[in-house]
Every structure is written in structure tokens, then in C-alpha cells.
């Protein structure tokens, strides 16, 4: 079974720049989620998906950053415009309607100059 | 609101030996879940260990095992015969809910845990 599939990996930016970030869930999870990890601290949830809908995005910047699920499958989160403080690890994870475990993808590494 | 604690930022143990992480939660909620997820320094967040507040029997998967004491809203993490691979960044984490109406996850600050040989 394949896993989360995020892309870029890194991504280095200068400040003002919009960026986008692509996740790809596990086949078949209805539940998509968003954390922003900045160092030395624990993932943080940005936003939470139920097939196309949003569940939860009361910690998004919305004045900077949005995301979309489109079809209810891939997930897209953008940044416009990056500000320093955005310079973090983006992790996508993605879960069953009804299962507890969520499954978590390699990271976005973004880095804003 | 749900908060999570981990009170040891890095810790170490030499191979072979058993470490213990510690971890604190507060929450009014009735029904939810407590994980450990490791992160190496590649960043991929495995899952080590799931344990579900319901549940009185303490959760064990191999070598991992927890001390879940819902009272005092404590959950340990044991981990016996340390291995070099153990070595990782250890969360603790908090999802509120069961069934389909789950949460997302809140997470600690972290345990670094270094394995010596």
C-alpha cells in the first residue's frame, strides 16, 4: 500500500514569495490534514479535511495561506506572500472516516530568506 | 482546551537498557485517544504506540509499552531493550473523539532521545 506522497521535499523561498505545497492521502482516507512544524517544537494542525470539506481551520493564517481538496482526494496548501516565520516543515497526514491512526507523509522542508 | 506536556526535552540511555518518556495531557473530554509517534531525522512521523482512553489495559506493542494513568492524565512510554534505531525525536499526542467523530492531533513538545552504544 502506497503512503502520504508530498511534494517538493525542500523549498527555499525569499520573503514575499508565494509558494505551494501537493499531498497525496492514502487511497481511500477520507480525512486529510495539514500540520506546520517549526523547529524544535511539535506538528501544529493548519487545516483539517472531510473528503472536500474543511472540518477545521481556525489555526490557518487566512490572510496568507489557503488550501483546497478539490476532489476529495489530493490536497494543495498555499502561502501568499511567505513571511520568515513561515520557514518550517509542512506535513501532510491523511486517515479513514472512522480509524484513529493518522498517517503521516515525509514533510515539506520550507526554508524563507 | 486540550494541551499536552512533555517534560523532558532530551534524554539518553545506553543500549540494551529501558527508558522511560513522560507525558502529561489536560482535557474534559470523556472519549479520545493518546499516542507516542517517533520522528527520525528523516521527519517521517511513525506511529510507536496508540492507547485508547476507554480502555483500562495499557497498551504494548513489542518492546513499547505504556503506563496510561487517566486519573492523574499521565502517559508514559517505556521502551525496553534500547536499540541504536530508537534513537528519534519522541511526540506525545492528544485526538479528542471515537468512532468517526475524531479530531486532529495535539502534540507535545518532544523527548530527543539518544541511544549510546
Known amino acids: 500500500e502506497a503512503g502520504v506522497a508530498q511534494s517538493p521535499r525542500y523549498k527555499i523561498i525569499e520573503k514575499r514569495q508565494s509558494v505551494a505545497f501537493w499531498c497525496n492521502p492514502i487511497?481511500?482516507?477520507?480525512?486529510l490534514y495539514w500540520y506546520q512544524q517549526i523547529l524544535g517544537q511539535g506538528p501544529k494542525l493548519l487545516i483539517q479535511f472531510q473528503n472536500n470539506g474543511v472540518v477545521d481551520d481556525s489555526q490557518l493564517p487566512k490572510d496568507r495561506f489557503s488550501a483546497e481538496r478539490l476532489k476529495g482526494v489530493d490536497s494543495t496548501l498555499k502561502i501568499q506572500p511567505a513571511k520568515l516565520e513561515d520557514s518550517a516543515v509542512y506535513l501532510c497526514?491523511?486517515?479513514?472516516?472512522?480509524?484513529?491512526?493518522?498517517?503521516f507523509g515525509p514533510g515539506t522542508r520550507l526554508t524563507v530568506t | 482546551a486540550q494541551t499536552v506536556t512533555q517534560s523532558q526535552p532530551e534524554m539518553s540511555v545506553q543500549e540494551a537498557e529501558t527508558v522511560t518518556l513522560s507525558c502529561t495531557y489536560d482535557t474534559s473530554e470523556n472519549n479520545y485517544y493518546l499516542f507516542w509517534y517517533k520522528q527520525p531525522p528523516s521527519r517521517q512521523m511513525i506511529l510507536v504506540i496508540r492507547?485508547?482512553?476507554?480502555?483500562?489495559q495499557n497498551a504494548t506493542e513489542n518492546r513499547f509499552s505504556v503506563n496510561f494513568q487517566k486519573a492523574a492524565k499521565s502517559f508514559s512510554l517505556k521502551i525496553s531493550d534500547s536499540q541504536l534505531g530508537d534513537t528519534a525525536m519522541y511526540f506525545c499526542?492528544?485526538?479528542?473523539?471515537?468512532?468517526?467523530?475524531?479530531?486532529?492531533?495535539?502534540f507535545g513538545k518532544g523527548t530527543k532521545l539518544s541511544v549510546k552504544p
Open positions: 499526542a492528544f485526538m479528542k473523539g471515537h468512532g468517526g467523530s475524531q479530531g486532529n492531533l495535539i
Open positions: 492507547q485508547e482512553a476507554y480502555k483500562q
Open positions: 487511497s481511500g482516507h477520507a480525512t
Open positions: 497526514a491523511s486517515r479513514t472516516s472512522t480509524g484513529s491512526e493518522q498517517y
